[in-house]
């Protein structure tokens, strides 16, 4: 198994009185990650499957004498799939609060709603994770860094989920798999989802304007849709691990772009499902958003599995000056160009130098990334 970063950090939080929440996208590995914490735990153990209906109908507002009996001796109770049952976040308090000596780990592969269900009833009474698609980092220690660094392209094209990368010559296959499980029958099962047809126009919509800046009337217009509901459907794809905003740096200047924002996947490999194009990357047009892509979200991971106290930007000016990606970092701001081509020049805007004093530039190419990752 492929160590991950949180794993550590689960471990750490067992036993200290409050649930242990595990959110990501699915297929990112939870449920290998909670059974493998649970295989070096000497504690008697109930795994308890959500998608199973008998399990659902107990679970379902039980009270604490109930699930006394039904965890007997257990010490440690998973709840796979938790999402699928109703009123989870009661039952989770009910462990918390009135079986002291036990501890709830919860896991589910639709983690908005998940997370929907467990935010009031478990406020103060537990622990949240995130597990997303394996890291550079995560892959650079499992398979050495040189070897990670020859698998970039193939990163930029097939993603990094578990699946992908633990089954080599069956990535297009996995991906569809992935891409049409969770992107359309896990998203659109949300009641607040009732036209699927235009959630699959706005995932496409989005991949084909990958590192562009996105505006929602326009998108609006592009799949027939007003801006609301626009907005509402990409807010629930971000809270779905699909994909994330990136805003635009602005601290007043009269000089910048404030309101767009640019949206990344969270994954390349499920952006090139959606637009079924996995040419390799001397076949296509779109090699450098997927470079910027592809290190954006491996910076997003850094940042959180480090838990850094980082914000993330770009930046642009009235006069179209650009910067691919911006960081502040303890109130200093780190400007980042990424260039494919590694002979490419580079020159940084001045006016951006001038607004933020004492901020640092780099360029990122193919050959120095790790460094960063």
């Known amino acids: 198994m492929i160590k991950r970063y949180i794993q550590q950090e689960i471990s750490k939080r067992l036993f200290k009185g409050k649930a242990i929440i595990l959110l990501g996208p699915r ?16 504690e008697e153990k109930i795994i308890l499957a959500g998608d199973e209906p008998d399990i659902r109908q107990l ?19 998973f709840i796979d799939e938790a999402q699928k049952i109703p009123q989870i976040g009661n039952t989770l308090k009910l462990f918390t609060d ?3 000596n036990v501890q709830v780990i919860a896991s589910g592969s639709s983690s908005f709603e998940l997370a929907s269900r467990t935010f009031e009833p478990l406020t103060g009474r537990k622990y949240e994770f995130y597990l997303l698609p394996l ?16 698998q ?20 297009k296959e996995n991906l569809k798999l992935i891409a049409g499980s969770y992107l359309y029958k896990d998203i659109i099962a949300l009641e607040s989802i009732n036209k699927p047809v235009l959630l699959e126009k706005i995932l496409m919509a989005l991949a084909l304007q990958l ?34 905003r990136l805003n635009a740096l602005s601290r007043n200047q009269r000089n910048e772009i404030k309101k767009t924002k640019k949206i990344y996947f969270y994954d390349c490999g499920i952006r090139n499902a959606i637009i079924k194009n996995f040419l390799n990357l001397n076949s296509r047009n779109d090699t450098g958003k997927l470079w910027e892509n592809y290190f ?3 910076r997003r991971k850094l940042i959180y599995y480090k838990n850094l106290d980082a914000h993330s930007y770009f930046w642009r000016s009235t006069m179209k000056q650009e910067i691919d990606y ?34 640092d530039s780099h360029i990122i190419n193919p050959d120095i990334y790790d460094e960063y990752l």
Do not use: C
């Open 152 to 171: 970039l392209e193939h990163r930029m094209i097939f993603g990094s989920y578990p699946e992908v990368i633990s089954k080599p010559g069956e990535e």
């Open 59 to 77: 679970l379902t507002s039980p009270t604490s004498n109930k699930l006394k009996n039904i965890i007997g001796k257990s010490k440690i109770v």
């Open 135 to 150: 890291s550079f980092s995560e892959l650079s220690n499992h398979f050495g860094n040189l070897e990670e660094k020859r």
């Open 211 to 244: 590192g562009n800046e996105v505006s929602y009337s326009e998108l609006g217009n592009l799949v027939g849709a007003d801006r609301q509901t626009v907005e509402k459907y990409i807010d629930i794809l971000e809270k779905a691990f699909i994909i994330f």
């Open 27 to 42: 297929q990112s590995g939870k449920t290998t990650l909670i059974n493998f914490i649970l295989e070096s735990r000497t």
């Open 98 to 100: 009135k079986i002291k």
């Open 326 to 359: 911006i960081e502040e970092i303890n109130s200093k701001f780190n400007a980042y160009e990424l260039k494919w081509n590694v002979k490419t020049k580079v020159r940084f805007p001045k006016t951006f130098f001038e607004s933020y004093q004492g901020s």
């Open 296 to 298: 954006i979200s491996e």
